[in-house]
């Protein structure tokens, strides 16, 4: 997992939409992102540096227009941090590994086991079918 890069080379890697989602916190606009849709069987990882983060069992339409899921694959993947940006208070979601921005998570998913919904970019995520 490659966790050390420099921004340079996190630019080179992602290109210039996933690096501002990623690497800015940019927020990708609802119902564009490819993996909204995906509903194949497997694992979510983070685009920059390759940590597991989610499963396809934990994955759920919410209707926001991200990917949505009620748990992390390994709650030690993600990090949870206050974000105030924006006027707003909410919960940033990132990688651990990288420390890159995957999204945010809500408390607004009672249909869910754990009435979590974290609400996920697409342009943060690469996906492998298991």
Known sequence: MSANLSEEEYKNKLG?????????????MPFTGKLLNNHQDGSYYCAACGQ???SSQAKFDSGSGWPSFYEPENRAAVKLVEDRSEG???VEVTCANCGS???????????????MRFCINSAALDFDIN
């Open 101 to 115: 921005h995957l999204g945010h998570v809500f408390h607004d998913a009672p249909n869910q086991p754990t009435g």
């Open 16 to 28: 210039p939409d996933r690096y501002r989602v990623l690497r800015e916190k940019a927020t990708e």
């Open 52 to 54: 597991l983060v989610f």
């Open 88 to 90: 707003l208070r909410r």
